[in-house]
């Protein structure tokens, strides 16, 4: 009797990021299948994985999930991936469009966490791939360094920004709000052959920065501030007022990760940012560049 065929792989998600989930199977044929979420009155939750009649799960999988608002989504990826193995999932691919606790890759002060060694371990033994958009890396280069030994792919969202930035203004002047930035600034100039610089910044706290602009002409252009990520706006904020003491004729902002409260998108407007758009990395009222397709080309080029 011939043995029945293995299951196509499936692409696994929470309700919340459904939407999501919609564009990268249709970007990649993965069949999607929602994990349901139930939450305690103490806060605890219980996880149900979407199994077959057999209450199986395919040998392959990709989990999709965000991590933004991390601290509760990463008990949710404990849980999700350990049951998903029990269900039969051989090999598992996690797609996280925004990859938090990167950004901590050293102590700065003695007893300190050094967060990025501590995740990016924990996200390994629990997954064989991770493919994401734009990690906040500091002293490192590759992802992989970050979580070893696992099969890691890092997609860029600034051309796709720069994309719609073309779409939008007319011979823009692109500006990197500090050094870090520099990076994303240039894969998006590049692409579609834009003016563009960086300003340097000095952070004095979570939201008091000093910023310097460069020794650019700003009079009359049509600036675009550009980074991975708006978290507290404020290095936005302060760069726009210098932008438009120097005169600049307009003042908008692209981010990857839009993780700014309505507050602070709102403080943003009034400091004199014109539009403000991001990619759906993290969902916000911003959204305005999917990363579907990318994402599920990366996958597929990954070995896992």
């Known amino acids: 009797m011939p043995r029945p065929a293995e299951p196509a792989a499936c692409l696994l998600h929470f309700a919340d990021e459904a939407e999501s989930a919609g564009r990268l199977a249709a970007a990649t044929g993965l069949r999607p299948l929602a994990i349901e979420c139930h939450r305690f009155p103490d806060g605890e939750i219980k996880l149900r994985l979407p199994v077959d009649a057999a209450g199986r799960l395919p040998a392959r999988a990709v989990l999709l999930r965000s991590l933004h608002q991390p601290n509760e989504k990463l008990v949710e990826l404990l849980l999700a991936t350990e049951a998903a193995r029990t269900l039969g999932v051989q090999s598992l691919a996690l797609v996280a469009p925004y990859l938090a606790y990167m950004r901590q890759d050293i102590a700065f002060q003695p007893g300190e966490a050094v967060s990025q060694r501590i995740v990016g371990p924990f996200l390994g033994r629990m997954v064989n791939a991770v493919v994401t958009v734009d990690p906040h890396l500091h002293r490192i280069a590759r992802l992989d360094e970050a979580i070893p030994d696992r099969a890691c792919a890092v997609v860029s969202g600034a051309p796709l920004l720069a994309d719609w930035i073309a779409e939008q203004r007319s011979a823009?002047?692109?500006?990197?709000?500090?050094?870090?930035?520099?990076?994303?600034?240039?894969?998006?100039?590049?692409?579609?052959?834009?003016?563009?610089?960086?300003?340097?910044?000095?952070?004095?706290?979570?939201?008091?920065?000093?910023?310097?602009?460069?020794?650019?002409?700003?009079?009359?252009?049509?600036?675009?501030?550009?980074?991975?990520?708006?978290?507290?706006?404020?290095?936005?904020?302060?760069?726009?007022?210098?932008?438009?003491?120097?005169?600049?004729?307009?003042?908008?902002?692209?981010?990857?990760?839009?993780?700014?409260?309505?507050?602070?998108?709102?403080?943003?407007?009034?400091?004199?940012?014109?539009?403000?758009?991001?990619?759906?990395?993290?969902?916000?009222?911003?959204?305005?560049?999917?990363?579907?397709?990318?994402?599920?080309?990366?996958?597929?080029?990954?070995?896992?």
């Not at 930035?181 to 300003?199: D, K, N, P």
């Not at 507290?232 to 700014?260: F, K, N, P, Q, W």
């Not at 990619?279 to 599920?296: E, F, I, K, R």
Request: proline fraction near 4%; charge should be negative; include cysteine.
């Open 172 to 304: 823009p002047l692109l500006l990197g709000p500090d050094g870090e930035s520099a990076q994303w600034v240039a894969q998006a100039a590049a692409r579609h052959g834009f003016e563009h610089a960086v300003c340097s910044k000095t952070r004095q706290g979570d939201r008091q920065v000093i910023v310097t602009l460069p020794d650019v002409d700003f009079r009359g252009r049509s600036v675009v501030l550009l980074d991975d990520v708006a978290s507290t706006g404020r290095t936005l904020i302060e760069a726009t007022r210098l932008l438009r003491a120097a005169g600049a004729a307009s003042v908008d902002v692209a981010v990857t990760h839009a993780l700014l409260a309505d507050a602070d998108l709102a403080a943003l407007h009034a400091g004199g940012v014109g539009a403000f758009w991001s990619t759906d990395c993290v969902p916000h009222p911003s959204n305005c560049v999917y990363m579907a397709q990318a994402l599920g080309r990366a996958l597929g080029e990954l070995s896992w």
